[in-house]
């Protein structure tokens, strides 16, 4: 129980501290440069016929994943919200009367600053997609239907000429 206080605090406090950047940032994209709406829809058949006894039938899925995303960018601020449906077809009885929705997730929603006062820091604040040594431990394997995002904070700084 003291585990799931700890993460539930530590939780807490990304929710609020990314609440709080969205509401300082607000008037900024209120005026953004751009908006993009974009999505994708993928399907996936595959065939599995790992087992070695010949008396096993081939395992056949067929799957989706579906996202629709909404990026708004402005020239220092930049948020973006994305929401993935991926399923293996025929898996949900019934999607009227569906209320917990197990298929639709929310990827990824973060907001971005790129120099928060004028310090040269940028800070990404939330829900995102995050790939460290070519995803071997960490990473978002978008190759997979469902894929991973992360909760989270990144901090940038640029060093050197950047002309």
């Not at 953004?32 to 996936?44: D, K, L, M, N, T």
């Not at 039938?57 to 579906?66: E, F, I, L, P, W």
């Amino acid at each position: 129980m003291k585990n799931f206080n700890q993460l539930f605090g530590v939780r807490a406090r990304l929710v609020t501290l990314g609440l709080a950047a969205g509401v300082v940032a607000l008037p900024a994209l209120a005026q953004a440069a751009s908006v993009e709406v974009g999505g994708q829809v993928r399907y996936r058949g595959e065939a599995d016929i790992r087992d070695f006894n010949p008396d096993t039938g081939t395992d056949v899925v067929n799957s989706q994943r579906a996202r629709l995303s909404v990026k708004v960018d402005n020239e220092q601020y930049h948020g973006f919200v994305q929401v993935q449906d991926a399923r293996v077809w025929g898996e949900e009885t019934d999607t009227l009367s569906d209320a917990s929705a197990d298929s639709l997730d929310m990827h990824q929603a973060f907001l971005k600053v790129d120099d928060v006062l004028d310090t040269g820091v940028g800070v990404q604040v939330g829900r995102q997609e995050i790939n460290f040594a070519d995803e071997r431990l960490v990473g978002a394997v978008d190759w997979t239907q469902n894929a991973r995002s992360l909760d989270g904070i990144v901090l940038s700084r640029a060093f050197g000429d950047q002309g």
